[in-house]
Protein backbone atom coordinates (compact mmCIF):
# COMPACT_ATOMS: atom_id res chain seq x y z
CA UNK A 1 0.00 0.00 0.00
CA UNK A 2 1.69 3.56 -1.20
CA UNK A 3 1.27 6.07 1.01
CA UNK A 4 0.94 9.27 -0.95
CA UNK A 5 -0.26 11.91 1.26
CA UNK A 6 -0.46 15.92 2.15
CA UNK A 7 -2.61 17.27 4.86
CA UNK A 8 -4.91 17.14 6.51
CA UNK A 9 -4.15 13.08 6.85
CA UNK A 10 -3.08 14.22 10.30
CA UNK A 11 -7.00 15.19 11.19
CA UNK A 12 -8.51 12.24 9.74
CA UNK A 13 -5.99 9.45 11.29
CA UNK A 14 -6.96 11.20 14.74
CA UNK A 15 -10.61 10.94 14.17
CA UNK A 16 -9.76 6.93 13.67
CA UNK A 17 -7.48 6.61 16.14
CA UNK A 18 -9.60 8.38 19.19
CA UNK A 19 -12.52 6.30 18.94
CA UNK A 20 -13.88 2.82 17.88
CA UNK A 21 -15.47 2.78 14.42
CA UNK A 22 -19.29 2.15 15.79
CA UNK A 23 -18.49 5.47 17.52
CA UNK A 24 -17.66 7.67 14.07
CA UNK A 25 -20.04 10.32 13.35
CA UNK A 26 -20.56 8.92 9.18
CA UNK A 27 -20.04 5.30 10.23
CA UNK A 28 -23.11 3.53 8.36
CA UNK A 29 -23.82 -0.44 9.60
CA UNK A 30 -26.38 -0.21 6.68
CA UNK A 31 -24.85 1.01 3.23
CA UNK A 32 -28.55 0.14 1.93
CA UNK A 33 -28.70 3.58 -0.54
CA UNK A 34 -25.10 3.30 -1.82
CA UNK A 35 -25.74 -1.02 -2.67
CA UNK A 36 -29.07 0.09 -4.08
CA UNK A 37 -27.84 2.38 -6.23
CA UNK A 38 -24.71 0.24 -7.42
CA UNK A 39 -26.63 -2.72 -7.82
CA UNK A 40 -29.14 -1.28 -9.87
CA UNK A 41 -26.28 -0.18 -12.57
CA UNK A 42 -25.97 -3.89 -13.83
CA UNK A 43 -22.37 -3.70 -13.96
CA UNK A 44 -19.96 -6.96 -14.87
CA UNK A 45 -18.78 -8.06 -11.51
CA UNK A 46 -15.10 -7.36 -12.17
CA UNK A 47 -15.90 -3.41 -13.35
CA UNK A 48 -13.83 -1.29 -11.41
CA UNK A 49 -14.90 0.36 -8.69
CA UNK A 50 -12.99 3.16 -6.92
CA UNK A 51 -14.50 4.16 -3.52
CA UNK A 52 -12.92 7.26 -2.13
CA UNK A 53 -12.44 8.55 1.12
CA UNK A 54 -13.93 4.69 2.02
CA UNK A 55 -12.69 5.19 5.87
CA UNK A 56 -13.66 1.84 7.50
CA UNK A 57 -16.98 1.76 5.31
CA UNK A 58 -19.03 -1.25 5.58
CA UNK A 59 -19.99 -1.34 1.99
CA UNK A 60 -16.71 -3.02 0.79
CA UNK A 61 -17.80 -5.50 2.80
CA UNK A 62 -21.28 -5.95 1.36
CA UNK A 63 -19.51 -5.95 -2.30
CA UNK A 64 -16.92 -7.99 -1.62
CA UNK A 65 -20.10 -10.70 -0.64
CA UNK A 66 -22.03 -10.23 -3.54
CA UNK A 67 -19.29 -11.13 -5.69
CA UNK A 68 -17.44 -7.95 -7.08
CA UNK A 69 -14.04 -8.34 -7.73
CA UNK A 70 -12.13 -5.03 -8.70
CA UNK A 71 -12.78 -2.85 -5.60
CA UNK A 72 -10.43 0.05 -5.23
CA UNK A 73 -10.33 1.26 -1.41
CA UNK A 74 -8.80 5.09 -1.28
CA UNK A 75 -8.69 7.50 2.07
CA UNK A 76 -6.29 10.11 3.12
CA UNK A 77 -5.74 8.28 6.34
CA UNK A 78 -4.14 5.22 6.61
CA UNK A 79 -5.49 4.54 9.92
CA UNK A 80 -9.02 4.03 8.33
CA UNK A 81 -7.76 1.81 5.78
CA UNK A 82 -5.56 -0.22 8.71
CA UNK A 83 -9.18 -0.61 10.47
CA UNK A 84 -11.13 -2.04 7.20
CA UNK A 85 -8.58 -4.21 6.40
CA UNK A 86 -8.49 -5.62 9.97
CA UNK A 87 -11.51 -6.35 9.95
CA UNK A 88 -11.95 -7.73 6.22
CA UNK A 89 -9.34 -10.07 7.28
CA UNK A 90 -8.04 -12.32 4.81
CA UNK A 91 -10.82 -10.67 2.28
CA UNK A 92 -8.81 -7.87 2.18
CA UNK A 93 -6.00 -9.35 -0.34
CA UNK A 94 -9.47 -9.19 -2.75
CA UNK A 95 -9.08 -5.25 -2.66
CA UNK A 96 -6.70 -2.78 -4.04
CA UNK A 97 -5.72 -0.26 -1.33
CA UNK A 98 -4.22 3.59 -2.11
CA UNK A 99 -3.46 5.84 0.22
CA UNK A 100 -4.07 9.14 -1.56
CA UNK A 101 -5.60 13.05 -0.97
CA UNK A 102 -8.10 13.90 -3.29
CA UNK A 103 -7.33 17.18 -3.72
CA UNK A 104 -3.36 17.05 -4.29
CA UNK A 105 -3.68 13.45 -6.03
CA UNK A 106 -0.58 11.29 -6.46
CA UNK A 107 -1.09 8.35 -7.99
CA UNK A 108 -4.94 8.17 -8.17
CA UNK A 109 -4.76 10.13 -11.57
CA UNK A 110 -2.46 6.86 -13.08
CA UNK A 111 -4.41 4.83 -12.44
CA UNK A 112 -6.05 2.66 -15.44
CA UNK A 113 -9.71 4.00 -15.94
CA UNK A 114 -12.67 3.11 -13.54
CA UNK A 115 -16.48 2.66 -14.29
CA UNK A 116 -17.82 3.50 -11.15
CA UNK A 117 -16.85 6.41 -8.79
CA UNK A 118 -18.40 6.23 -5.63
CA UNK A 119 -18.07 9.04 -2.54
CA UNK A 120 -20.39 8.96 0.86
CA UNK A 121 -19.52 11.87 2.64
CA UNK A 122 -16.11 13.30 1.43
CA UNK A 123 -16.78 16.05 -0.77
CA UNK A 124 -18.55 18.77 1.62
CA UNK A 125 -15.58 18.43 3.07
CA UNK A 126 -14.13 20.80 0.28
CA UNK A 127 -15.24 24.16 1.22
CA UNK A 128 -12.02 25.69 -1.42
CA UNK A 129 -13.66 26.14 -4.77
CA UNK A 130 -10.20 25.15 -5.81
CA UNK A 131 -10.53 22.35 -4.06
CA UNK A 132 -13.81 21.31 -5.70
CA UNK A 133 -12.70 21.84 -8.88
CA UNK A 134 -9.86 19.72 -8.19
CA UNK A 135 -11.98 16.73 -7.33
CA UNK A 136 -13.94 17.09 -10.53
CA UNK A 137 -10.94 17.20 -12.37
CA UNK A 138 -10.01 13.74 -10.79
CA UNK A 139 -13.01 12.57 -11.55
CA UNK A 140 -12.59 13.73 -15.51
CA UNK A 141 -8.87 11.70 -15.15
CA UNK A 142 -10.15 8.54 -13.86
CA UNK A 143 -13.92 7.44 -14.92
CA UNK A 144 -13.90 5.58 -17.97
CA UNK A 145 -16.48 7.26 -20.56
CA UNK A 146 -20.12 5.74 -19.83
CA UNK A 147 -18.79 5.27 -16.67
CA UNK A 148 -20.68 6.17 -13.60
CA UNK A 149 -20.38 8.25 -10.18
CA UNK A 150 -22.54 8.11 -7.19
CA UNK A 151 -21.60 11.41 -4.79
CA UNK A 152 -23.70 11.40 -1.56
CA UNK A 153 -23.25 14.76 0.42
CA UNK A 154 -25.02 16.37 3.65
CA UNK A 155 -27.63 18.22 2.20
CA UNK A 156 -29.07 21.58 2.56
CA UNK A 157 -31.29 21.14 5.62
CA UNK A 158 -27.56 19.06 6.96
CA UNK A 159 -25.46 19.90 9.67
CA UNK A 160 -22.66 22.62 9.36
CA UNK A 161 -19.97 20.72 10.98
CA UNK A 162 -18.92 17.54 10.72
CA UNK A 163 -15.56 15.98 12.61
CA UNK A 164 -14.94 19.19 13.70
CA UNK A 165 -14.84 20.68 10.35
CA UNK A 166 -17.12 23.19 8.16
CA UNK A 167 -18.55 21.50 5.60
CA UNK A 168 -20.12 22.76 1.95
CA UNK A 169 -23.85 21.85 1.55
CA UNK A 170 -25.68 20.74 -1.30
CA UNK A 171 -28.96 20.25 -3.21
CA UNK A 172 -29.23 17.88 -6.90
CA UNK A 173 -29.26 21.12 -8.81
CA UNK A 174 -25.41 22.42 -7.07
CA UNK A 175 -24.01 19.20 -7.50
CA UNK A 176 -25.11 18.82 -11.08
CA UNK A 177 -23.69 22.61 -11.53
CA UNK A 178 -20.36 21.74 -9.75
CA UNK A 179 -19.84 18.08 -11.77
CA UNK A 180 -20.05 19.76 -14.71
CA UNK A 181 -21.81 18.75 -18.86
CA UNK A 182 -19.38 16.10 -19.07
CA UNK A 183 -21.74 14.19 -16.85
CA UNK A 184 -25.25 13.71 -17.10
CA UNK A 185 -27.38 13.40 -13.70
CA UNK A 186 -28.99 10.13 -14.16
CA UNK A 187 -31.31 10.33 -10.05
CA UNK A 188 -31.03 12.27 -6.99
CA UNK A 189 -32.98 11.56 -3.74
CA UNK A 190 -32.73 13.06 -0.46
CA UNK A 191 -32.31 10.49 2.60
CA UNK A 192 -31.58 11.35 6.24
CA UNK A 193 -28.99 9.21 7.94
CA UNK A 194 -28.59 8.53 11.58
CA UNK A 195 -25.70 8.77 12.86
CA UNK A 196 -24.30 6.15 15.92
CA UNK A 197 -25.94 9.01 18.14
CA UNK A 198 -29.36 8.35 16.81
CA UNK A 199 -29.30 11.74 15.26
CA UNK A 200 -30.48 13.22 12.33
CA UNK A 201 -28.42 13.83 9.29
CA UNK A 202 -29.75 15.20 5.97
CA UNK A 203 -27.83 13.73 2.98
CA UNK A 204 -28.97 14.01 -0.87
CA UNK A 205 -27.71 11.17 -2.87
CA UNK A 206 -26.41 11.54 -6.77
CA UNK A 207 -26.09 9.61 -9.99
CA UNK A 208 -24.16 10.50 -12.62
CA UNK A 209 -22.94 9.14 -15.91
CA UNK A 210 -20.33 10.05 -18.16
CA UNK A 211 -21.44 11.29 -21.47
CA UNK A 212 -18.33 12.80 -23.11
CA UNK A 213 -14.59 11.42 -23.82
Known amino acids: MKEEITAPKEHWNRAYL??????????????????????????????????V??????????????????????????EALKRLQSRLGSQQDKVEWVIDDLVHARTLPHMEPVQLWH?????????????????????????APGGFAIIATFSMEGAHLCSGLP????????????????FRMVKSFDYTFKNPRDEDRPYVYTLFQRVNN
Open 119 to 143: DRAVLHFFVEESDRASYVQLMKKVI
Open 18 to 51: GRKTEELGWYEEDPQPSLDLIEGLGLAKDARQLH
Open 53 to 78: GVGASTLIDHLLEKGYTSLIATDISA
Open 167 to 182: VHRYDAPALEELIGDE
